[in-house]
């Protein structure tokens, strides 16, 4: 039984040290569980997030929702987190049924549109089980 508790012992030891040499963001980023309270936001980074989300609600300005998918949006958050950062509800869409074909996606992912923005273009995401689901935020850095 000791020796079970020294490999715990060892294994907390390592992300203590892990977290004190990288951040508990880099943990946190990298999908380790329960860190979300120890972890503050750069308040530029808050502050930027509430401009861009005022010019795409606002003006449905297309940079601000490339900014802000690009930036804030990411796989597994729910659709009430989403609409919170784009500051708009998705709007509960059929349209994407031809978008399924790739394989990424089942035919019962429910997908959410938003948009149409300022250049005319609407941004649609798959959710799967109540997550963003096949989402890559790279897709959205150069708009």
Not at 90 to 114: C, F, I, M, V
Request: glycine share 12%; hydrophobic share 35%.
């Amino acid at each position: 039984m000791s020796g079970r508790r020294m490999i715990y012992g060892g294994v907390g030891i390592a992300v203590v040290a892990f977290a004190a040499g990288f951040g508990c963001e880099t943990l946190q980023k990298a999908g380790v569980p329960g860190l979300e309270q120890y972890v503050k936001e750069d308040p530029a980074v808050i502050e930027e997030e509430r401009e861009q989300r005022e010019k795409f609600s606002l003006h449905q300005d297309h940079k601000a929702l490339y900014w802000l998918l690009a930036n804030r949006v990411g796989n597994g958050m729910q659709l009430h987190e989403v609409e919170e950062i784009l500051g708009a509800p998705g709007e509960l869409t059929t349209e994407a049924r031809q978008l399924k074909s790739d394989g990424l996606h089942q035919t019962n992912d429910p997908a959410y549109k938003w948009g149409p923005d300022s250049k005319g273009y609407s941004v649609i995401l798959f959710f799967r089980d109540g997550h963003v689901s096949n989402f890559n935020p790279k897709d959205y850095r150069n708009p």
